[in-house]
């Protein structure tokens, strides 16, 4: 099933895990899974409002599970060792390690819900613009949460909102196409690491059809209302191409996600790749269809 990434910077006022608003302003990333952009706007000074009747559909809360990094509130009973908690572990030592992450300055909650139907009538009441999807990330200053339901997809989906969770939790700012990137990456559960065959494939197919990859329109969506899936396909093999393609690009990539965790406005990341980079879409395609062919190697290594 594909994904789109909706990431929307509202300005909902301290939300909090049960669901109201205190009246500060912050700023709201969030992330949805699934296709389809939608605009929750931007809520003006004192934009969002409580429901005048509380909801009578509550967050999970039956079970919890707390790490340093992670919370976990469920409505089904998970063990802290339980396979999914130790792979998000894996995974966030993962992120941090592959991308040079500085440390986590918040955990993520995880908000896992038993059922669909109740979880998309909590999201229903609580984001009622939204569309329904297997999960979102919504990232405040008050939390970074992740909302979701027990699926046959469950490992992928918290996989994906979990990078999210862990890129925010590390990072003042990830650009848009960056984001979705990294979540797209790692969201993959195999030894090919961040290896989605399905999107390798249809590179291939659209390179045969004349498509060229171009990073600079891809920069410059800054509403995910203009992402469609292509966009996201993109975005995950820009991510495979610089992590990689060789130690230049995978350098690359590491200095630029260090520069964002201070500068305000950091250069676009095309205008160093130019430089950096010589001949990247060339070598974007060769990746690409190294990929598609099985073959591609890394410094003599099987990816
Ligand atoms: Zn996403």
């Known amino acids: ?3 789109l990434f909706c990431k929307i910077i509202a300005a909902p006022m301290g939300t909090t895990s049960e669901g109201d608003f205190g009246g500060v302003r912050c700023r709201t990333i969030l992330n949805i899974r699934r296709w389809w952009f939608l605009a929750l706007g931007v809520i003006a000074t004192f934009g969002c409002r409580l429901p005048s009747q509380p909801s009578p559909i509550a967050l999970p809360t039956r079970h919890s599970v707390d ?19 130790h792979d998000l572990d894996r995974l966030r030592v993962e992120i941090s390690e592959t991308l040079f992450l500085p440390d986590q300055r918040q955990s993520v909650t ?11 009538q909590y999201l229903q009441l609580r984001y009622p613009q939204l569309p329904p999807r297997r999960a979102y990330f919504v990232g405040t200053l008050k939390e970074l949460a992740v909302y979701t339901y027990w699926s046959e997809k469950i490992q992928e989906d918290l996989r994906h909102e979990y990078t ?3 890129l925010h939790a590390s990072l003042p700012q990830v650009p848009l196409w960056l984001d979705e990137g990294l979540a ?14 399905e999107y390798a494939t249809r590179l291939a197919a659209d390179f045969s059809n004349g498509w060229r990859p171009n990073l600079e329109r891809l920069e410059s969506l800054e509403a995910v209302a203009d992402m ?25 990539l ?23 980079i010589p001949q990247a879409e060339e070598r974007f395609a060769a ?6 062919s099985g073959l591609a190697t890394v410094g003599g290594k099987s990816l």
């Open 1 to 3: 099933m594909t994904r």
């Open 228 to 252: 469609k899936k292509a966009d996201y396909i993109e975005a995950w093999a820009w991510v495979h191409f610089m992590l990689h393609q060789s130690d230049d690009s995978r350098g690359l």
């Open 110 to 120: 995880v908000y896992l819900f038993e059922d669909e139907a109740v979880y998309s």
């Open 164 to 166: 999210h969770g862990v």
């Open 287 to 292: 990746h690409a269809s190294s990929l598609f």
């Open 184 to 197: 797209e990456y790692f969201e993959v559960a195999s030894r090919s690491k961040g290896l989605n065959h």
């Open 67 to 85: 790490n340093d990094h992670l919370r976990v509130r469920s409505d089904i009973r998970l063990p802290p060792n339980h396979p999914l908690l």
């Open 254 to 276: 590491i200095s630029y996600l260090r520069e964002l965790r201070s500068a305000e406005k950091p250069e676009l990341l095309s205008a160093r790749m130019r430089v950096e």
